[in-house]
C-alpha cells in the first residue's frame, strides 16, 4: 500500500537559517505528491504540490521537486523566518479504486527562533 | 469565499452520548472526506464519498458513520463515543479530476 515518511521533529533553527525536511514515499502508480502546512490553532493549508516526476512545487519560499528515481518530495527554503513555524505534513494522494485519498506522514515541528 | 466549515470547533462529551460533527463546502465539490489527526500517527482517512449518496470505509472507519445526503453536507456521527476517540478532525473537500482537497478548520474533540 502507500505510505510517506518524513523526518521525525521537532526541529529548532534560528531565523534565516536554511531549512530542509525529508520526505520519501511508496506508492503504486502515478501519485501527487503534496505538502501542507498547519499554523498553531489553525486547519491545514496547501504549501506546495507536484503532480509528476522532475515537477518542482514553490511558495512562500519554499520548494520540493518530486523525484521519482529516489521517491522522494523533500521540502526546504533557504532562509526560515519566525513566522514559518509551524507543523509540515508530507502526503500523498493516489487512486485506491474511486478513493483518491491523501495519505500523510506524521507531520514535523518546526520551530524558529528569532 | 470558497471554504470548507465545520462545526462545532471545539467539543468535550462524555463518553456514550452520541453527536455529530457538521461538514459544509460551497465549491460544489462532488468528493467529501473526513480525517483524524492523533500525535505522531499524522492524519487518519476515517469515511469518504464520491457523491450524493455514496460513502465508503476510509482506514479507520470503526466507532464513526457519515450520510450524504446533500452534496455540500457530509456530518460525522458517533453513536457512542468512547475516550479513545478523542483526536482533532479534519473534513475535507475535492472537485473531480482535481488533485488537490480543500480542508475545514479542525474540530478538537475530547471524550471523558
Known amino acids: 500500500g502507500n505510505s510517506v515518511t518524513q523526518m521525525e521533529g521537532p526541529v529548532t533553527l534560528s531565523e534565516e537559517a536554511f531549512l530542509t525536511i525529508n520526505c520519501t514515499y511508496t506508492a503504486t502508480g502515478y501519485p501527487s505528491l503534496f505538502w501542507y502546512v498547519q499554523y498553531p490553532g489553525e486547519g491545514l493549508q496547501l504549501l506546495l504540490k507536484a503532480t509528476k516526476a522532475d515537477d518542482k512545487g514553490s511558495n512562500k519560499g519554499f520548494e520540493a521537486t518530486y523525484r521519482k528515481e529516489t521517491t522522494s518530495f523533500h521540502l526546504e527554503k533557504g532562509s526560515v523566518q519566525v513566522s514559518d513555524s509551524a507543523v509540515y505534513f508530507c502526503?500523498?494522494?493516489?487512486?485506491?479504486?474511486?478513493?483518491?485519498?491523501?495519505?500523510f506522514g506524521k507531520g514535523t515541528l518546526l520551530t524558529v527562533n528569532p | 469565499e470558497a471554504q470548507v466549515t465545520q462545526n462545532p470547533r471545539y467539543l468535550i462529551t462524555v463518553t456514550g452520548k452520541k453527536l455529530t460533527v457538521t461538514c459544509s463546502q460551497n465549491?460544489?465539490?462532488?468528493?467529501m472526506s473526513w480525517y483524524r489527526q492523533d500525535p505522531g500517527l499524522g492524519l487518519r482517512q476515517i469515511y469518504y464519498?464520491?457523491?450524493?449518496?455514496?460513502?465508503d470505509k476510509g482506514d479507520v472507519p470503526e466507532g464513526y458513520k457519515v450520510s450524504r445526503k446533500e452534496k455540500r453536507n457530509f456530518p460525522l456521527i458517533l453513536e457512542s463515543p468512547s475516550p479513545n476517540q478523542t483526536s482533532l478532525y479534519f473534513c475535507?473537500?475535492?472537485?473531480?479530476?482535481?488533485?488537490?482537497?480543500?480542508f475545514g478548520p479542525g474540530t478538537r474533540l475530547t471524550v471523558l
Open positions: 464519498s464520491m457523491n450524493v449518496e455514496v460513502t
Open positions: 465549491m460544489n465539490h462532488e468528493y
Open positions: 475535507a473537500s475535492r472537485d473531480t479530476g482535481g488533485r488537490e482537497q480543500f
Open positions: 502526503a500523498l494522494g493516489n487512486s485506491g479504486g474511486s478513493n483518491y485519498k491523501l495519505t
